[in-house]
């Protein structure tokens, strides 16, 4: 079964007498284990589509199951629980909390979660030790780099062991070299753990790290790359 299953999913927004399909009729499926790219330009949907699959939007027409679980039929109370415990999300500023360690940031999902103990602090201490940050643990985020800060919002988007990772272009503010770091970083995370992952990004040569390239135009799902030696030609395309 896939963990992350959109069925002809829509968003409309209404504005008086006017309507905008920011996502028309998308299907697709995401297998445990499996790395996907979401591109497109501006506009056509990306970011609409994965405030979906994070449960942060209801779609208007069409399904989003994660898990195998319905996420239209919840309530925002289940919505929120849902969230907190399956999903993991990285955003484009990373929204680190500013007063809280690299550590004590990360840490805060253990927290929410009701995880707050030693095997599961000790397995967060390995995260982040994988993630080259144990000199940093405890540094405020205005002590550290750009790509450090990334990686701590990495490290707290999967430390609850959320079945779906998905990250909204969070290599946006980071150089290449930095940039590719962060995605390899993702990369590894999903493959090696068994989740799921989504990446919005405008950067095109981040798809070689991916297992699938879906490629939206218009709010639509305009093509789909799942073949190796494609996703490498795309990627050096552009």
Do not use: W
């Amino acid at each position: 079964m896939p963990i992350i299953e959109a069925q002809s999913v829509s968003k409309v927004y209404e504005s008086g007498e006017n309507s905008v399909r920011a996502v028309d009729k998308v299907t697709f499926l995401v297998q445990a284990g499996e790395f996907v790219a979401l591109v497109g330009p501006s506009g056509s949907g990306k970011t609409t589509m994965l405030a979906m699959l994070a449960a942060m939007l209801n779609p208007s027409e069409g399904k989003v199951m994660i898990d195998g679980e319905d996420l239209s039929r919840y309530k925002e109370s289940q919505r929120v629980k849902f969230r907190r415990q399956k999903i993991g999300f990285t955003f484009q500023s990373n929204n680190l909390i500013p007063y809280l360690t690299v550590k004590e940031n990360v840490e805060l999902m253990l927290r929410l979660n009701g995880r707050y103990n030693k095997s599961e602090r000790e397995r967060v201490g390995d995260l982040l030790l994988a993630l080259g940050l144990e000199q940093r643990l405890n540094y405020l985020p205005s002590q550290i780099s750009g790509g450090q800060r990334q990686r701590v919002a990495i490290a707290r988007s999967v430390a609850h062991q959320p079945r779906v990772v998905l990250a909204d272009e969070p290599t946006a503010n980071l150089d290449t070299e930095r940039a590719r770091q962060v995605v390899q970083i993702f990369a590894e995370l999903v493959h090696n753990q068994d989740r799921c992952g989504i990446i919005v990004t405008h950067d095109l040569r981040m798809c070689q790290f991916v297992d699938k390239v879906f490629q939206m135009e218009d709010g639509k799902l305009a093509r789909m790359i799942d073949d190796r030696v494609e996703i490498e030609r795309f990627a050096s395309e552009h």
